[in-house]
């Protein structure tokens, strides 16, 4: 009986051995598994930035497609200058464009917009922002608003028929671009990755 109940038992050095082993396997476990966590999480970013690219470039090749511009007006303008922001391009676009009903009620629209893509800081981070006033409305401020976060560049280029620049202005040139290219730089996994998007003016004005 004596023999029997000497080897029933763990010893205490046994113990701690499964304790450290259980200890490494469950560290091991909630490695693995906040870094699926990440990773996911990490996706679900980059999908989201991809579709706010995505959105933001078809609402710019929209709007310059819709371009106004009429010699006899000057409220229809089309302007890009060339701006830099500690080495990266920074471009303001400011075009007349046609533009859908919003649907507000309360809201008198003409369907014709002045439109103005500038870069902006927020939260010590570069912003592209938007801001669109209806041609004939007679509000004097205008906020804008946060078009696209985490972009690290915004280069507009106008096509005058015969090679690219940089900077536009109806006021000047007395007419639209041949075409237009947007590039919008990103940054992914640290690194920077640019995006284009090509147009051109279908409306002559009105």
Not at 15 to 23: C, E, G, N, P
Not at 40 to 68: F, H, K, N, Q, W
Not at 103 to 119: A, F, K, L, P
Not at 121 to 149: A, C, G, N, W
Request: glycine share 6%; hydrophobic share 40%; with cysteine.
């Amino acid at each position: 009986m004596s023999g029997i109940s000497r080897n029933s038992g763990f010893t205490l050095l046994e113990i701690l051995i499964a304790v450290v082993l259980l200890s490494i396997l469950t560290a091991a476990l909630y490695g693995s598994y906040f870094g699926v966590i990440q990773a996911r999480e990490g996706a679900s970013a980059g999908m989201e930035s991809r579709r706010e690219l995505g959105a933001t470039l078809d609402l710019i090749r929209r709007e310059v497609s819709s371009a106004l511009f009429n010699s006899s007006d000057k409220r229809l303008r089309f302007v890009v200058e060339d701006r830099d922001n500690f080495g990266a391009h920074s471009s303001t676009l400011t075009l007349t464009s046609l533009a859908p009903p919003s649907g507000q009620m309360n809201r008198s629209e003409s369907g014709i917009t002045d439109v103005t893509y500038r870069m902006d800081k927020k939260d010590k981070k570069q912003v592209l922002t938007r801001q669109e006033r209806d041609l004939f409305s007679e509000e004097e401020v205008i906020p804008s608003y946060p078009q696209m976060e985490l972009i690290s560049a915004f280069l507009v280029e106008c096509y005058d028929g015969s090679k690219w620049v940089k900077s536009w202005d109806t006021a000047i040139n007395n007419k639209l671009p041949a075409g237009v290219r947007v590039t919008v730089q990103v940054e992914e996994e640290g690194k920077p990755v640019s995006f284009t998007m090509l147009s051109a003016p279908r409306v002559n004005g009105l």
